[in-house]
């Protein structure tokens, strides 16, 4: 196309579309985005939700605990018919001895006796060196500044007493730590309890 070709072109155009595109052009505005609004709620109402129900979870399961203590210790007849029975020795280890012919002391040395039975029935036992050693309710601080004194390799079960030396009724693979006066430090799972003689 030659310069006069041009000329004559633009000479054509209408004056419409001249003033047409001098003017500023109008952008199309996009509709609101609401719903990216309403995942982002969503997902915050999600997480809330777990976390009280994790919570919640973890407080019933206390509580749950909580009021099976309490029904264990307020009804000793109704443990003694759910616990297995303890070993004939160990119960009358654990049962006090009554020196004078008292009627009341001897009915208490025998409610005694029955809840000795309970306790022993439903703790975890491991046995060194021919000693049976049950689990303290005690919170201990120990540290362990020298090496085990050896490690749990036989287990019984829960219900059943260790019969032989480093067995225990909870499991085998702890260390464990004869710290004297009748006592038996075995680390369970990072933390440390303590195991007494009756």
Same mark, same amino acid.
């Given at each position: 196309?030659?310069? =006069?070709?041009?000329? !004559? $072109?633009?000479?054509?155009? *209408? *004056?419409?579309?001249?003033?047409?595109?001098?003017?500023? %052009?109008?952008?199309?505005?996009?509709? &609101?985005?609401?719903?990216?609004?309403?995942?982002?709620?969503? /997902?915050?109402?999600?997480?809330? %939700?777990?976390?009280?129900?994790?919570?919640? +979870?973890?407080?019933?399961?206390?509580?749950?605990?909580?009021? !099976? @203590?309490?029904?264990?210790?307020? @009804? &000793? !007849?109704?443990?003694?018919?759910? $616990?297995?029975?303890?070993?004939?020795?160990?119960? +009358?280890? $654990?049962?006090?001895?009554?020196?004078?012919? *008292?009627?009341?002391?001897?009915?208490?040395?025998?409610?005694?006796? /029955?809840?000795?039975?309970?306790?022993?029935? %439903?703790?975890?036992?491991?046995?060194?060196?021919?000693?049976?050693?049950?689990? +303290?309710?005690?919170?201990?601080?120990?540290?362990?500044?020298?090496?085990?004194?050896?490690?749990?390799?036989?287990?019984?079960? =829960? *219900?059943?007493?260790?019969?032989?030396?480093?067995?225990?009724?909870?499991?085998?693979?702890? +260390?464990?730590?004869?710290?004297?006066?009748?006592?038996?430090?075995?680390?369970?799972?990072?933390?440390?309890?303590?195991?007494?003689?009756?």
């Amino acid at each position: 196309m030659t310069e =006069r070709e041009l000329f !004559e $072109a633009i000479g054509h155009v *209408d *004056d419409d579309l001249i003033l047409a595109a001098d003017a500023p %052009l109008k952008k199309r505005r996009k509709p &609101p985005v609401y719903w990216r609004q309403l995942v982002s709620v969503a /997902a915050c109402a999600c997480i809330f %939700l777990g976390g009280v129900a994790v919570w919640q +979870s973890d407080g019933f399961r206390k509580a749950n605990m909580t009021s !099976e @203590a309490a029904a264990f210790a307020d @009804a &000793p !007849e109704e443990a003694a018919e759910i $616990a297995p029975a303890p070993d004939v020795p160990m119960l +009358s280890a $654990a049962a006090p001895q009554s020196d004078n012919g *008292d009627a009341a002391a001897k009915e208490g040395a025998a409610k005694d006796s /029955a809840e000795s039975s309970i306790a022993l029935g %439903l703790a975890r036992c491991v046995q060194i060196d021919g000693v049976r050693y049950f689990e +303290s309710p005690k919170l201990i601080d120990f540290i362990a500044n020298r090496d085990p004194d050896g490690v749990i390799s036989d287990s019984v079960d =829960r *219900d059943a007493f260790p019969e032989t030396d480093r067995c225990s009724n909870f499991g085998t693979g702890y +260390s464990y730590w004869v710290t004297g006066d009748n006592a038996v430090v075995v680390e369970i799972d990072g933390e440390y309890c303590e195991f007494e003689a009756n």
